[in-house]
């Protein structure tokens, strides 16, 4: 039995710039990510997690939650960089001002304190919570990774795909890690229009069983 999840997290910006469609490689692209990227310093969007399940000779299953986030750019923050706020549609709440993450979980009414000078590297992994630090700046992270001579050949542009109404690049970064029973494939989504990552697909496969 093949059960796939598959996570679709979908970014929504506010900001946008006027850019024509043209053809680019690769290089250009993702120089033209980052420009873009590091352009913005504070903004709000809202964030779209969907999570599907799909097993052979079961019905498909799905989640869908969305958090509406906020984010400023702190220069004096060297261990995140930014002011974060971040509020999902469950009532979850998360605040960082640059002193303490402020955590609220609805579901046993407590609110979790932590400071930054006490809990520093507690702090420094906001960094990589894709779901409260920025999203499109989380990915710009990932894709730069391969902005090298050494990597650049890993990332494939797959051609132009319309999401929300939007044209994007689609970009397949790194070869896909399989095995005998499992398999992960993850794709980019890149506005023409902005030049920012509004899209990530992730899809996992594995084999259950024989």
């Given at each position: 039995?093949?059960?796939?999840?598959?996570?679709?997290?979908?970014?929504?910006?506010?900001?946008?710039?006027?850019?024509?469609?043209?053809?680019?490689?690769?290089?250009?692209?993702?120089?033209?990510?980052?420009?873009?990227?590091?352009?913005?310093?504070?903004?709000?969007?809202?964030?779209?997690?969907?999570?599907?399940?799909?097993?052979?000779?079961?019905?498909?299953?799905?989640?869908?939650?969305?958090?509406?986030?906020?984010?400023?750019?702190?220069?004096?923050?060297?261990?995140?960089?930014?002011?974060?706020?971040?509020?999902?549609?469950?009532?979850?709440?998360?605040?960082?001002?640059?002193?303490?993450?402020?955590?609220?979980?609805?579901?046993?009414?407590?609110?979790?304190?932590?400071?930054?000078?006490?809990?520093?590297?507690?702090?420094?992994?906001?960094?990589?919570?894709?779901?409260?630090?920025?999203?499109?700046?989380?990915?710009?992270?990932?894709?730069?990774y391969f902005n090298n001579d050494?990597?650049?050949?890993?990332?494939?542009?797959?051609?132009?795909?319309?999401?929300?109404?939007?044209?994007?690049?689609?970009?397949?970064?790194?070869?896909?890690?399989?095995?005998?029973?499992?398999?992960?494939?993850?794709?980019?989504?890149?506005?023409?229009?902005?030049?920012?990552?509004?899209?990530?697909?992730?899809?996992?496969?594995?084999?259950?069983?024989?």
């Open positions: 039995m093949k059960s796939i999840p598959i996570v679709a997290l979908l970014l929504f910006l506010l900001p946008f710039n006027d850019s024509n469609a043209q053809q680019y490689n690769i290089r250009e692209i993702l120089e033209k990510i980052d420009k873009a990227v590091n352009s913005i310093s504070e903004g709000q969007f809202t964030l779209h997690n969907a999570t599907s399940k799909i097993s052979v000779g079961e019905d498909t299953t799905r989640r869908d939650s969305y958090s509406i986030c906020f984010f400023k750019q702190l220069a004096s923050d060297s261990s995140v960089g930014y002011q974060l706020a971040s509020f999902r549609n469950d009532g979850y709440k998360q605040v960082y001002n640059g002193n303490a993450l402020f955590v609220l979980t609805p579901w046993d009414k407590t609110l979790q304190v932590t400071d930054h000078k006490t809990y520093p590297n507690e702090i420094k992994k906001l960094s990589n919570d894709y779901f409260f630090f920025p999203f499109f700046k989380y990915l710009n992270k990932s894709i730069q050494k990597l650049l050949s890993k990332v494939e542009i797959l051609g132009i795909e319309s999401f929300n109404g939007e044209d994007c690049y689609k970009l397949q970064a790194g070869t896909s890690q399989s095995s005998d029973k499992s398999k992960v494939e993850g794709y980019y989504f890149i506005s023409i229009k902005t030049f920012l990552p509004i899209r990530q697909l992730v899809k996992f496969e594995s084999i259950i069983g024989r």
